[in-house]
């Protein structure tokens, strides 16, 4: 015990890239995958079509991969563009979760009956009022369960970072567990992420219930 108290600011230091880079995530791919969601669910082919490859070779190609390609295989192809660790791993997770949130937003938003939209017509409210006012925040309560899922996963997936040397938790135990012969790092490590994931399961549960006015 007083092992895990004395490594538990270095594990606790890595906690805050894996959350700044959980939080960046989100900002970045959850506006995104709205916006690709609507491009899905439109009949704009070109571009529908553009973004279902996008999202086909997101989600058909582990994330693990995604990174070293962007952080080791770009500089190869564009040798002017050279990303620190950080930027470039923010930049994988990005277009990665944002290709599972705009499959998530385009099933809530076919699900919305079409006599809704033309109820809104008959309102003659313009189409990105009734996006805004109608369609979205039905989409919200919809997806919510799902998005709370790979908020989840969005927390786990963020120790793969260790791969491009971030200095995230991962990286720190497995320093400390090489330096110290003892798996008690790891067990640190794991119990951080635990914390983390119940958080953001109790606060994803708690907007659901908040939410609940939709059904």
Known sequence: MNYLISVLPQLLSGAGITLKLFGLTLLGSI???????????????PFKLLVQVYVWI?????????????????PLLLP?????????ALLAFVINYAAYFAEIFRGGIQSIPQGQYEAAQVLRLSKMQTIKRIIIPQVVKITLPSVGNEVVNLVKDTSLVYILGLSDMMRIGKIAMERDTTLLPLVGVGLIYLVMTGL????????ENKLNYYR
């Open 200 to 207: 953001f399961t109790l606060i994803m549960k708690l907007l």
């Open 58 to 74: 997101m989600r058909g190609t582990p994330l693990l991969l995604q990174l070293i390609f962007i952080f080791y295989g770009l």
């Open 31 to 45: 506006p995104l995958g709205i916006v690709l969601a609507f491009i899905l669910a439109s009949h704009l082919q």
């Open 80 to 88: 002017s563009l050279v990303l620190e660790r950080f930027d470039a």
